[in-house]
């Protein structure tokens, strides 16, 4: 103890075994977990064909996790779903299944949280909320339930005289229950896609989904739970069109869109040339701005998912501009639906009444970004 | 000057710095009262101030942490630790300029790291949200402060080391190489998945443990034997707990993951260590108790001894409480409930605070030659007391409500289970109000010593314009 140099080896050697088993035996324990299929083969090998999960967050969503750590969501919210013999998280209706160490590999900010006043988010995109929804709860928290204690967040979003469709509308409670209109920016949309972003509705060769007998009569909220995002319960005529819009999408020859070939077939654009569809804001965002541009093209500046592409996009279609109305509502459904992506389907009436108000506009004359963003009021 | 004693020499040479560092740690610890004023009413009325993005609930509740912790702890631990340090080496406090400079950068690193999260830049690691842009300059000037006292030790005149200087240093060493482990392994070589979890809740809970625990330890071997005039009862037990807070307490934090996705074996060793730590605690419980019981009526009339002394019951009471909440079937209720604010603040305000403000007020009168008012003082104790005792207790039962009820799947969740727990924000909102009055006595008493009047230059130099 009297001997400095010994006494410093000393404690840092006490801290050193500690460091050893929680830092370096852990990430050698299970640092290096991949996504994996549902379900493994006799022989341990992934079925072939097999989705892969968990499944990476889009670009637009992986910023609203960056929105979510900088707002300090996480003083309040948990995003982990304990095994069942350690709490109650299974019986509120909070998830299928515990959850696993692979759960978060793919996260860049693992935000599991260590305080609840708030509930837990782990499955929050699966508990079948709209964005609107999470609009509302987002601008003002009290406003769809009085008991919260949850902060409003009034300054994601801007107060509009004259809403627009894509607009939000709030009973906000300090104006007396009034009805206002709010405007998300670009922020409140990225946090909406990654709370939508936010579920484990997947089962994993370590962990299953707990059994559904043990939970009978414990399940009250039955409207929160989970509810499954299968890609094959999508509605008939919603698969038509993606399926026709991805033809349009990828056809190279006369009456096809060739969108393919700038935007790629995993609709992740080429960097610094042309900007991703897949979890991109615009492509998420309002339907009438996309169906301009698939009738008109876009050039100059754009900031997409906050990077900034500087290029020509002539008007789509063999020859160019020549899109017809249900061509432009499939492919937009499909760029919509694919690739991660998740948002409404896009009808060829829609289309047609957007072209009806461009009815004095040039053929050919291409848009411009700052044409397609309303002005800040 | 021959008739200074050889404290005295050491006392005056460690005057600027400790007024520095003191003074600092008084603003920083006004910061964190009004932080934590903000977040406890926001949690009663969530609208209070909700248009200010950067005054948002996330955001001011991790202030008040860091601020209590780096601002507060920081600068309050460097102040009391090279005093300590100088004393027992018998050696003058060396590069006063370098110390200061250090203060400085180190201070303001946490302003802007505070400016930081309140401005939207927060990391989202625990007890590391500040922006990892300041880390670098936190960890040199760290570094140079360190230094230092390790110069100071390294001169000092009797070779046989004593419990206090065991506990300072180490808690002074293990800082840094747990801010480089953290630091390596979120931001520099970015662990996968829950990797980053475990490494910064490690980190965060260790801080508490290997950081403000031992300077507060320390500073209490070394003041109960000062103040009483006697040496520490079965002494020879001391070194057992120190070796064994060094081997254990890295090893028991990890608790708080329990049912969570990491292997189990992290939560698993976190609670055996945890019952483990009954040994250590123990050990300081017996030595500083039954010494200050030996003289009980000299603990109560000195001032410095009584916030000690309350702080070493606090250290007692909550590490065995620590122990009972660790054990998996409490942790199953108490998981994820404001227990973890009772934890906190009981580690932080509780233990560690009183016993350096205990350590202040024997310090200050014989590094400046001033005397505090007596019953400014006690003031200070009484209101102390009081908020923190209410503020516990608020964060014990309100947590215990939390856990029961959260417990209950049928129940809602805000509007059954928060709404019960909502009363008891309402008490820790009074409770902070109590315990910002009171530290802003603290700080006045402090200031008005180390500024006994700040406008005499001013004065003087007038006089010498006129004459």
């Known amino acids: 103890m009297n001997n400095l140099a010994k006494f410093i080896l000393g404690i840092f050697i006490t801290l050193g075994i500690a460091w050893l088993a929680f ?12 996504p994996t299929a549902e379900s493994l083969e006799d022989d341990g090998s992934v079925p072939v064909d097999s989705d892969l999960f968990p499944i990476a967050f889009s670009g637009i969503a992986k910023q609203g996790a960056e929105e979510y750590a900088a707002l300090g969501c996480v003083t309040c919210h948990t995003q982990q779903v304990r095994r069942v013999e350690a709490g109650y998280d299974v019986d509120r209706g909070w998830g299928l299944r515990p959850s696993a160490p692979r759960d978060y590999v793919l996260q860049d900010h693992v935000l599991l949280g260590n305080s609840r006043i708030g509930p837990d988010l782990t499955n929050l995109g699966s508990r079948g909320h709209t964005n609107e929804w999470m609009h509302q709860h987002l601008y003002e928290p009290q406003s769809i ?6 902060p409003p967040s009034p300054f994601l979003y801007q107060e509009v005289d004259e809403p627009v469709h894509s607009d939000i509308e709030v009973s906000s409670k300090p104006t007396g229950g009034n009805t206002l209109y709010v405007r998300p920016s670009v922020r409140a949309n990225r946090l909406v896609a990654y709370l939508q972003a936010l579920k484990q509705d997947y089962e994993l060769p370590e962990v299953s989904f707990v059994d559904e007998e043990m939970e009978e009569g414990t399940l009250v ?3 929160q739970g989970p509810v499954a995002a299968d890609l094959s319960s999508a509605p008939t005529w919603l698969q038509a069109q993606i399926d026709a819009g991805k033809e349009v999408y990828m056809k190279a020859a006369s009456g096809g869109g ?13 960097a610094g040339q042309f900007p991703p569809l897949a979890g991109s804001d615009w492509v998420l965002g309002d339907k009438s701005r996309l169906i ?16 900034k592409y500087n290029n020509v996009m002539a008007p789509p279609g063999i020859p160019p501009g020549s899109l017809t109305d249900d061509q432009i509502a499939n492919v937009l459904t499909y760029i919509r639906n694919d690739w991660g992506n998740s948002a409404s389907a896009v009808s060829a009436e829609e289309v047609a009444t957007v072209r009806a108000s461009l009815k004095g506009r040039a053929p050919m004359q291409m848009f411009t970004a700052p044409e397609l963003i309303p002005p800040v009021q | 000057m021959s008739e200074e004693s050889p404290d005295q020499i050491i006392d005056r040479s460690a005057k600027y710095v400790f007024s520095f560092f003191l003074s600092s740690a008084g603003l920083w610890l006004l910061a964190a009262a009004l932080f934590a004023y903000l977040a406890a009413a926001k949690l009663t009325d969530p609208y209070f101030l909700s248009t200010c993005e950067f005054l948002t609930y996330g955001k001011i509740k991790v202030a008040q942490a860091n601020a209590f912790v780096y601002g507060w702890g920081g600068n309050a631990i460097f102040a009391v630790s090279l005093w300590i340090l100088a004393r027992l080496s018998q050696a003058e406090v060396r590069g006063s300029v370098f110390l200061i400079f250090a203060g400085v950068i180190w201070n303001l690193a946490i302003t802007f790291g505070l400016l930081g999260i309140l401005d939207g830049h927060m990391s989202g690691h625990e007890m590391l949200e500040m922006p990892s842009e300041v880390w670098p300059a936190m960890l040199v000037s760290y570094l140079i402060i360190t230094f230092l006292a390790l110069v100071i030790h390294r001169s000092r005149q009797i070779k046989e080391t004593i419990a206090p200087q065991w506990f300072i240093l180490s808690a002074l060493l293990w800082f840094p190489a747990l801010f480089l482990i953290a630091w390596n392994g979120l931001e520099l070589n970015p662990s996968r998945g829950t990797l980053q979890t475990v490494l910064s809740m490690w980190y965060g809970q260790s801080l508490i443990w290997l950081w403000l625990t031992p300077v507060a330890l320390g500073a209490a071997y070394y003041l109960i034997p000062a103040v009483l005039g006697r040496t520490i009862d079965k002494y020879y037990l001391a070194v057992f707990g120190f070796w064994c807070i060094a081997a254990l307490a890295p090893w028991s934090v990890l608790h708080h993951l329990e049912g969570g996705p990491v292997p189990m074996w992290i939560p698993a060793i976190g609670t055996v260590m945890s019952i483990a730590m009954v040994f250590p605690i123990a050990v300081a419980s017996t030595n500083f108790h039954s010494t200050a019981f030996l003289d009980i009526g000299k603990v109560w009339s000195s001032l410095p001894l009584r916030f000690v002394i309350f702080g070493t019951l606090s250290y007692t009471v909550s590490s065995y409480i620590g122990v009972v909440f660790s ?18 603040n009981q580690r932080v305000y509780g233990f560690f605070s009183m016993i350096i403000f205990g350590a202040v007020y024997f310090a200050l009168p014989r590094i400046t030659g001033r005397e505090i008012p007596k019953a400014a003082k006690s003031f200070h104790f009484w209101t102390s007391t009081f908020g923190v005792l209410l503020l516990l207790l608020a964060y014990l039962l309100g947590g215990l409500t939390h856990g029961v009820l959260a417990g209950q799947p049928t129940l809602p969740w805000s509007s059954s289970v928060i709404q019960s727990v909502q009363p008891y924000f309402l008490i ?19 200031w008005r010593v180390i500024f006994p009047n700040p406008f005499s230059c001013c004065f003087s130099n007038k006089k010498e314009a006129s004459a």
Do not use: W
């Not at chain 1, 339930?145 to 949850?150: A, E, I, N």
């Not at chain 1, 393919?260 to 077939?265: E, K, P, R, S």
């Open chain 1, 145 to 150: 339930d009085s008991s919260s204690l949850c």
């Open chain 1, 258 to 270: 060739m969108c393919f070939t700038c935007h790629q077939t995993n609709g992740q654009g080429l």
């Open chain 2, 428 to 446: 820790t909102k009074i409770a902070f109000v109590i315990l910002a009055f009171s530290q802003f006595v603290f700080v006045i008493n402090v």
């Open chain 2, 327 to 344: 054990l998996p079937a409490v942790a199953k209720i108490t998981q994820f409930t404001i227990i973890n604010e009772f934890h906190f």
């Open chain 1, 221 to 223: 909220e039955t409207t």
């Open chain 1, 23 to 34: 830092v370096v035996g852990a990430r050698s324990q299970y640092g290096d977990l991949q």
């Open chain 1, 292 to 307: 301009k541009i698939s009738m008109y093209g876009l050039m100059g500046e754009i900031e997409v998912n906050g990077i």
